[in-house]
């Protein structure tokens, strides 16, 4: 697994900062469209508020009990974006090797700026295994990263996640409640779940995507399930159907779907788990006929990207090269020129000899940046509206620079820990998954 040093281009040929753009949007320098305006006010503003804030995730509905974060102080929420800068660096300087700060690269560009790794979730989270010297690691990510570093890193170093309303809406859509009572009913469909038949293969084995809550991740290894990247997701599922005779994939369908079909699975052969209604709204003969059943999850950012704006790209830019993420819909990945992870569109960027036009199907953050690292190609955003990861831009400079000043004073604040009875299965998920030898990119066409 590589991990990318941050980069600090010399002269930047175009701004990249997300926060910049919406500021010149909602003051008139700017024509583009935002899907909300509330992006340009500090995500303090809705730390107490219901909901997961402005930003792509607005619409989804945030479970009961969602960590939220107290009030950020004063001197951090008025303080200009040069001064946060400043602190933070001098508080980094003051720390020195006793802290590591890991930005996704969905982060807004006034973080990433800041870290001494930046990557995707499992990247960052490798990162933080290989730095047992630091005893705080700082992850500018969402809530399932931070409990993933924490899985994945020694028992006396504390992971930080600054704001801790910093969740992810689709990692929340699987609730662990939820997919007990899944597993019962499927109990009741095919009976012992453990039982396997003559071919030596059970009849469910569970796999969670890596952006689901360490307790999804602990179900899935008590179970004899298994976690999945993006970059692996095909791997694993060979795994699974190795071992069992259909696969329960939560929580992103579209990762699972997509997945699936490409590896031959009949559509009609996917239904979906719907946990509000019994048997997830499928028959038991469509469930005993099933090779994948689906968690009716997804993510709000790739939900986002259409065939529409697939089709205008091609008008407005003959030759385009159209690569999205495989969270996206079907349609949408099926529209594509390719699909793969984060790591595989940076990569297929990096590698384009000749100069290109390429449209991203992924979050804004990490294309904007990708566009000012690569200048000799043209790198836009399939979606014309900036809409940032609602729960991304929950980490703002202010919270970064909160956290490091306390670790300066000798505080350890929104400290995250997997409890243990938690941790154990989840980490016999992640090492199942390492053992299944996963290609470190992959992607489609
Ligand atoms: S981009 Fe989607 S999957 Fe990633 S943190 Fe945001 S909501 Fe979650």
């Known amino acids: 697994m590589s991990i990318t040093f941050v980069p600090a281009p010399a002269v930047p040929p ?18 583009d469209a935002t899907c909300a305006t509330d992006l340009a006010a500090g995500p303090w503003d809705f730390d107490a508020r219901p909901g997961y804030g402005p930003g792509s995730s607005m619409g989804d509905v945030i479970p009961t009990g969602a960590p939220r974060q107290g009030e950020l102080p004063s001197e951090y929420r008025e303080a200009s974006e040069e001064e946060l800068d400043g602190r933070i660096r001098a508080a980094k300087a003051t720390l020195g090797d006793r802290v590591l700060i890991l930005g996704h690269f969905y982060q807004r560009e006034e973080v990433v700026q800041h870290a001494d790794y930046v990557g995707d979730s499992f990247q960052l989270a490798t990162a933080a295994k290989g730095r047992a010297d630091a005893e705080a690691i700082v992850f500018c990510g969402v809530h399932f990263m931070a409990e993933t570093a924490d899985l994945l890193s020694q028992p006396d170093q504390a ?56 307790a999804i991740k602990g179900f899935v290894g008590r179970h004899g399930g298994i976690v999945c990247t993006s970059s692996n997701a095909r791997t694993v599922l060979e795994w699974a159907f190795e071992r069992g005779r259909r696969v329960l994939f939560f929580p992103d369908q579209h990762l699972g779907r997509n997945t699936a079909k490409a590896m031959g699975v009949p559509l009609d052969q996917m239904p979906m788990w719907n946990p509000r209604r019994a048997l ?3 028959s ?11 968690w009716h999850g997804f993510c709000s950012v790739h939900r986002r990207f259409t065939v529409d704006q697939i089709d205008q790209a091609r008008t407005d830019h003959p030759g385009v090269r159209v690569i999205v993420h495989p969270e996206c819909p079907m349609e949408v990945v099926d ?27 992924t979050e804004i953050n990490l294309v904007r940046r990708l566009a000012a690292q690569y200048p000799q190609h043209e790198i836009f955003c399939l979606d014309p509206v900036v809409c940032p990861c609602s729960t991304m831009y929950r980490i703002h400079p202010g919270y970064l620079a909160w956290v ?19 941790a154990a299965p989840a980490r016999v998920a992640l090492e199942r ?13």
């Open 14 to 31: 175009l701004d990249p900062s997300v926060d910049h753009a919406i500021q010149a949007i909602v003051t008139g320098a700017s024509t």
């Open 159 to 214: 992971v930080i996640l600054p704001n801790l309303a910093a969740g992810c809406s689709m990692a929340d859509m699987a609730d662990i409640d939820q997919v007990e009572e899944c597993w019962e009913q499927l109990e009741d469909v095919f009976g012992d779940l453990a039982a396997a038949d003559a071919d030596g293969r059970v009849p469910v084995i569970p796999v969670t995507y890596m952006n689901s809550s360490a």
């Open 280 to 282: 997830g709204g499928s």
């Open 284 to 294: 038991a003969e469509e469930l005993l006929d099933s090779r994948v059943i689906l």
């Open 335 to 361: 529209a594509a020129d390719e699909a793969g992870s984060t790591e595989y569109i940076r990569r297929a960027i990096d590698t384009a000899t000749e100069p290109t036009t390429f449209a991203i199907g």
């Open 404 to 422: 490091l000043e306390e670790l300066v004073a000798g505080r350890t604040p929104n400290r995250i820990t997997v409890s243990d009875d938690v």
């Open 433 to 445: 998954m390492l053992a299944a030898k996963p290609p470190a990119v992959a992607g489609t066409r």
